[in-house]
């Protein structure tokens, strides 16, 4: 009995110890799962034919010494014009190669990572005249790092990239109607406004003339008769020559005074 209990208790540590050795060996896993490198695409927003910066961001990137992976996103609205090697890649290698709706990228530095940050600049256009916006995601990433150059596990968040339309024009639509009216009174009170100014005028010049031109003199009646007989001057009115006492006619005090005549 003794010996039976013996062998089982050796049978239980063996296991013990067994289990033990499994779990140091897979420890180190454990801890670089839990600190999985994550690459993920900031959101932006791109109008259109413009070209703007996609930051393609690393976290847990410290020992990171080479990646590679595919881009993918909606090919119709948006293309890769450009990658380059963001601020937390020194002395690295960076090389692309675009397709419609996708984009391979790749690098392999000579230092390693030593911090997060944006490993790529994605220089992306939205096309003219392309509506609404696209999901990049990073695919098929493979990542490797640390002495031995060990593949790293990766997790990946994509991004979202907007699409900012031009505003919108201003509505043109216009009652021609009101246009029209509005036209016709104003035409009329110019005509209006036209023809005073020309009856102003008018008047103006009628008054200027009139103090320019000069005054008549007021005759004050007819002037001194003459005898058609002596030649005296006759008083006004009289009927006989105060001087030879002619008879003196109207019609002759008239004409004398139209024509005087000499006395012979």
């Known amino acids: 009995m003794k010996t039976m209990s013996e062998n089982r208790q050796g049978r239980v540590g063996e296991r013990l110890r067994i289990a033990l050795s499994v779990l140091v060996l897979t420890l180190p896993w454990w801890f670089t799962a839990a600190r999985a490198l994550e690459i993920g695409v900031a959101d932006v927003k791109i109008p259109q034919g413009e070209v703007v910066a996609v930051p393609i961001r690393a976290s847990d990137a410290k020992g990171l010494s080479a990646l590679q992976m595919r881009l993918g996103f909606e090919g119709e609205a948006f ?5 380059a090697a963001g601020p937390t890649l020194a002395n690295a290698l960076v090389d692309f190669q675009v397709a419609k709706g996708s984009c391979t990228i790749a690098f392999a530095a000579s230092e390693p990572v030593a911090k997060d940050g944006d490993l790529f600049i994605v220089k992306m256009r939205r096309r003219a005249g392309a509506d609404g916006g696209a999901t990049v995601v990073p695919e098929d990433v493979r990542a490797w790092g640390g002495e031995g150059g060990q593949s790293l596990p990766v997790s ?11 505003p ?5 639509c216009v009652d021609w109607r009101y246009v029209g009216g509005g036209a016709a009174a104003l035409a009329a009170l110019s005509v209006g ?3 005073l100014a020309l009856r102003r005028r008018g008047r103006s010049k009628t008054t200027t003339a009139a103090n320019l031109e000069p005054s008549e003199p007021a005759t004050s009646g007819p002037g001194p ?7 005296s001057p006759l008083p006004e009115g009289a009927r006989f020559c105060p001087n030879c006492g002619v008879r ?16 012979s």
């Open 79 to 83: 293309e890769v014009v450009e990658v």
């Open 156 to 166: 990946v968040k994509p991004g979202r990239i907007a699409g900012i339309s031009p």
């Open 168 to 172: 919108a024009a201003a509505s043109s």
């Open 193 to 195: 406004a036209a023809a």
């Open 225 to 231: 008769h003459f005898c058609i007989a002596c030649g």
């Open 248 to 263: 003196i006619a109207r019609s002759e005090i008239d004409e004398g005074t139209r024509h005087p005549e000499e006395p």
